[in-house]
């Protein structure tokens, strides 16, 4: 299934998705979470922030591109 976030440029999307993945990770759902971003989303500080996170606490089913 697909859930679809209409958040501008501001680089919401990718920390939509991070709560989506982590969200089915503690629910011991074993499924990936693909996220598309454009080119000025990702020059965001919230995307910097999302992935500092996801790094930090070893999400790995959260695929961005």
């Known amino acids: 299934?697909?859930?679809?976030?209409?958040?501008?440029?501001?680089?919401?999307?990718f920390a939509v998705a991070l709560?989506?993945?982590?969200?089915?990770?503690?629910?011991?759902?074993n499924r990936s979470v693909y996220s598309l971003h454009g080119e000025c989303a990702l020059q965001e500080g919230q995307i910097y922030e999302a992935v500092t996170y996801a790094v930090a606490n070893t999400v790995d089913n959260s695929i961005s591109t």
Do not use: K
Not at 1 to 13: M, N
Not at 19 to 29: A, D, F, I, M, P
């Open 19 to 29: 709560g989506v993945s982590l969200t089915q990770y503690r629910n011991y759902e």
């Open 1 to 13: 299934s697909a859930i679809r976030v209409a958040s501008g440029s501001l680089g919401q999307r």
